[in-house]
């Protein structure tokens, strides 16, 4: 069956424009339709962000919205387009890549970019169909409000719709559609696109429209002898060393670090194989088919550096001097170590910073790997435990007592000197109970595909509030049960 977009805009729920990347101009993008699918449901939505754009109740359960942000209907006002980026993937120049299935329907009055992820072809989707399956699409929409909840910076997705269209991957699924939510949409990848063409005028032009629009400090930069691109690249790497900084802290993996998938603005950005650790693995690879393991966790925050070295030779028609360059990058260097400490602490319930402390973070998490300690559940425990006195329970998760005892006690030692209410209340607000396990996920997919979206939502109100003890719930807290290492994620989504 083939369908055509309605052309009819009957409704614009309320939301008004401005669409600043569409002034761009079109070396920027392609202006194209969604294509529709068939028979859209509804899946799972936020109200939270529904809230950010300023939409109410009425208006996100209308059957107008199911159609329009399953692509089915275009919304009044609104100016869909794919734009065009390139970028490395894997450590290799992939050039010319873009939005193969992503597509914007503009920038609301408000600054909101909305995207709707698995909309249909583009003229960038090369091989690809254009979709996303339910599957990955419940993975996204889930760990975007997860990571909001966790305080990481992140898009953020306002509703997926099912269809009954069918997908082709391995074998056959169905197609969904994430209405995602950002600021900008715009990667590393878009820079790199422009540089590799030689296309310096629209390179000026879109770092300037990025300056302006989000980083408007970098202007009056007194650094790099005032040059605003230079000051551009040092505000992106701080941001970025901040975001390594949290997903390290709280033992998350994306998987999918290449530089197309790397945020302007330091947002997590494009949900694939992500993982949350479970047991404390520094080398775990989440990706399947990463098979050199170049995103392992541990290696997250010097991929992240490389991303930003090609972002900053994209960058340097308009800085001029590699040397300026370079210094801008240097912050990532500065910055990362100093934001990762900070995190640690807090996690460690430490206000403030004291010279054993590296060693103490050193220690525990060499000892958290040897044993193979599920990462999240300790963290909760010792905040528990700091706050009851009682660290037994912690002691449980550790096959080897004596090493952790004696962790215990310079920990203890620190913790001596200061008043323990405080230090258990920055421990539970900073170690969360709830993260989005791999299985969690597949138990809400799973029961999601028999049209049962009660899982879906329990995941859900309990990551959007992920350090509350929300009793009852303690089973989405647990140790991950043994099928839960046989989950295997891959690029394919
Ligand atoms: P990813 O690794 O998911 O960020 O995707 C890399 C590139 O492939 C991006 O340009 C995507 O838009 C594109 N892509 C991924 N999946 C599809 C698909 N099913 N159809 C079209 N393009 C896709
Ligand atoms: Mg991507």
Redesign the pocket.
């Known amino acids: 069956m083939t369908l055509t977009a309605d052309s009819d805009t009957r409704t614009d729920l309320g939301l008004a424009w401005d669409h600043r990347f569409a002034a761009l101009g079109p070396d920027f993008f392609t202006e194209l339709r969604p294509t529709p699918l068939p028979t859209p449901h509804w899946v799972g939505t936020s109200p939270t962000v529904a809230q950010l754009l300023g939409l109410n109740e009425a208006h996100l359960r209308s059957d107008d919205a199911l159609q329009a942000f399953t692509g089915n209907h275009l919304l009044a006002g609104s100016r869909p387009l794919a734009s065009v980026y390139s970028g490395h993937q894997f450590g290799v120049w992939a050039g010319q ?6 597509i914007l329907l503009g920038e609301t009055a408000s600054g909101w970019e909305i995207q709707l992820k698995g909309a249909g ?1 583009t003229p ?3 091989m ?5 399956v339910l599957r990955s699409s419940i993975r996204e929409f889930l760990c975007s409000e997860a990571m909001h909840g966790l305080g990481i910076a992140t898009s953020r997705a306002l509703c997926v719709t099912g269809s009954t269209g069918p997908v082709r991957r391995e074998e056959i699924e169905t197609a969904a559609v994430v209405t995602r939510v950002a600021p900008s949409f715009v990667r590393f990848g878009h820079f790199e696109h422009f540089a590799a063409n030689g296309q310096d005028l629209q390179l000026k032009a879109l770092a300037d429209y990025v300056v302006d629009r989000h980083y408007p400090e970098c202007r009056g930069t007194t650094e790099f002898g005032g040059n605003a691109y230079a000051a551009l690249l040092k505000a992106v790497s701080e941001r970025t060393a901040r975001l390594m900084a949290q997903w390290q802290a709280v033992g998350f993996c994306h998987g ?1 670090m ?1 530089t ?2 790397m945020s302007i603005l330091g947002l997590t950005l ?1 949900y ?1 194989p992500f993982q949350f650790l479970d047991a404390f693995v520094p080398g775990h690879i989440c990706n399947h088919s990463d098979t050199q393991g170049r995103y392992a966790y541990n290696r997250q925050p010097n991929v992240a550096y490389w991303n930003l070295f090609c972002l900053a030779q994209a960058l340097l028609p308009l800085m001029g001097d590699p040397e300026i360059a370079k210094e801008a990058l240097e912050s990532y260097k500065t910055v990362f170590p100093t934001e990762f400490m900070a995190r640690m602490r807090a996690k460690l319930g430490l206000t403030d910073a004291s010279d054993g402390d590296a060693e103490l973070i050193d220690t525990l998490l060499l000892l958290l790997a040897r044993n193979g300690v599920d990462y999240t559940i300790f963290w909760r425990r010792l905040s528990h435990a700091v706050v009851a006195g009682d660290f037994e329970p912690v002691r449980d998760l550790c096959a080897d007592r004596d090493g952790l005892d004696q962790w215990l006690l310079s920990y203890s030692e620190l913790l001596a000197h200061m008043d323990k209410a405080p230090v258990a209340d920055l421990m539970l607000k900073t170690n969360p109970k709830f993260v989005l396990r791999n299985h969690l996920g597949e138990q809400a997919i799973r029961a999601a595909k028999l049209g049962d979206f009660n899982e879906l939502q329990t995941l859900q109100r309990l990551l959007e509030r992920p350090f509350d003890e929300h009793p009852g719930h303690d089973a989405y807290a647990a140790f991950p049960p043994d099928w839960a290492s046989s989950i295997e994620i891959s ?1 394919s ?1």
């Open positions: 890549l873009g939005d193969g299935r992503a072809r960038y989707s090369r690809g169909d254009g979709r996303a999918v290449n197309d998938n494009d694939g690029c989504s």
